[in-house]
């Protein structure tokens, strides 16, 4: 497998972007709704699944872009093509607060296992499909199903994180304890369990759920500080109630009558 070499540069520090200079004929792909921006030389065009050569002929692209589907992804991604004679640009944005990872997979054996929506954009060649769980408590508590997102090959690819990101080099045997939701991806061997909090009033009323993930070293792993669904959470519980405008608008007291109601929750 020869992924394309690509050149990047990321911009932002919360709302970043990344940059991807393009060589004549060189292919990025990225997943739908990434787009930013282009040079006038790139042609875009949409394509079944990661237009790796992995898999050929019209059932195996069928049954790669099916994969996606299991990952909650588009059976489409698209497909951006330098077709001037000089290097062009095209980017790429994070769609929530964070951070951008950029991975290159040579220096991971060849594989990174992340989170299903992680998963921004690569040089052509590189391939993205599923990773099945073989453990049972994994797939059935560990928030991301039996099913997380596996990217395969030997060039660049790059996964946006929610919050401030933490990475994490694990000594083999070394045991690392992380909710489940935070978790953004790991190298491939690292050990991936969920273990059970335990204890009645920590199961009752400890409010940080009843499980969380184990990662067994040795190998790298990625942690984000603020997952989307903790932050959709947030904005849904701050929402104004029955259809109306927040009552603290115009008033006198504004935030402090929330705060003395009990209606402010962070």
Same mark, same amino acid.
């Given at each position: 497998?020869?992924?394309?070499?690509?050149?990047?540069?990321?911009?932002?520090?919360? /709302?970043?972007?990344?940059?991807?200079?393009?060589?004549?004929?060189?292919?990025?792909?990225?997943?739908?709704?990434?787009?930013? /921006?282009?040079?006038?030389?790139?042609? /875009?065009?949409?394509?079944?699944?990661?237009?790796?050569?992995?898999?050929?002929?019209?059932?195996?692209?069928?049954?790669?872009?099916?994969?996606?589907?299991?990952?909650?992804?588009?059976?489409?991604?698209?497909?951006?093509?330098?077709?001037?004679?000089?290097?062009?640009?095209?980017?790429?944005?994070?769609?929530?607060?964070?951070?951008?990872?950029?991975?290159?997979? !040579?220096?991971?054996?060849?594989?990174?296992?992340?989170?299903?929506?992680?998963?921004?954009?690569?040089?052509?060649?590189?391939?993205?499909?599923?990773?099945?769980?073989?453990?049972?408590?994994?797939?059935?508590?560990?928030?991301?199903?039996?099913?997380?997102?596996?990217?395969?090959?030997?060039? /660049?690819?790059?996964?946006?994180?929610?919050?401030?990101?933490?990475?994490?080099? #694990?000594?083999?045997?070394?045991?690392?304890?992380?909710?489940?939701?935070?978790?953004?991806?790991? !190298?491939?061997?690292?050990?991936?369990?969920?273990?059970?909090?335990?204890?009645?009033?920590?199961?009752?009323?400890?409010?940080?759920? #009843?499980?969380?993930? !184990? #990662?067994?070293?040795?190998?790298?792993?990625?942690?984000?500080?603020?997952?989307?669904?903790?932050?959709?959470?947030?904005?849904?519980?701050?929402?104004?109630?029955?259809?109306?405008?927040?009552?603290?608008?115009?008033?006198?007291?504004?935030?402090?009558?929330?705060?003395?109601?009990?209606?402010?929750?962070?």
């Amino acid at each position: 497998m020869q992924a394309h070499e690509i050149d990047y540069h990321i911009y932002g520090e919360e /709302m970043q972007y990344v940059e991807i200079e393009l060589d004549p004929q060189e292919i990025v792909i990225a997943e739908t709704g990434s787009f930013m /921006m282009m040079d006038n030389n790139i042609q /875009m065009e949409t394509i079944f699944g990661d237009g790796s050569e992995q898999q050929s002929g019209l059932f195996g692209k069928l049954l790669n872009a099916g994969k996606r589907v299991l990952t909650g992804e588009s059976l489409f991604m698209t497909a951006f093509i330098n077709q001037n004679n000089t290097k062009s640009k095209v980017s790429f944005a994070a769609p929530y607060p964070g951070k951008i990872i950029p991975i290159d997979l !040579t220096q991971f054996g060849g594989k990174f296992i992340c989170q299903k929506d992680s998963f921004l954009c690569a040089a052509k060649g590189v391939s993205i499909g599923i990773e099945f769980s073989k453990k049972l408590g994994r797939g059935l508590f560990g928030g991301e199903g039996f099913i997380m997102q596996k990217i395969e090959g030997d060039g /660049m690819a790059f996964v946006h994180t929610g919050g401030t990101l933490a990475k994490k080099e #694990l000594a083999a045997g070394e045991i690392l304890k992380v909710d489940t939701g935070c978790i953004v991806g790991f !190298t491939k061997d690292v050990d991936y369990d969920i273990e059970f909090i335990g204890g009645i009033k920590n199961s009752i009323f400890g409010g940080e759920g #009843l499980f969380y993930a !184990t #990662l067994r070293g040795p190998g790298t792993v990625y942690v984000q500080s603020l997952p989307f669904s903790r932050l959709a959470d947030r904005i849904i519980a701050s929402a104004p109630k029955s259809g109306g405008s927040n009552r603290d608008e115009g008033s006198l007291l504004g935030g402090l009558g929330s705060l003395l109601d009990g209606e402010r929750r962070f």
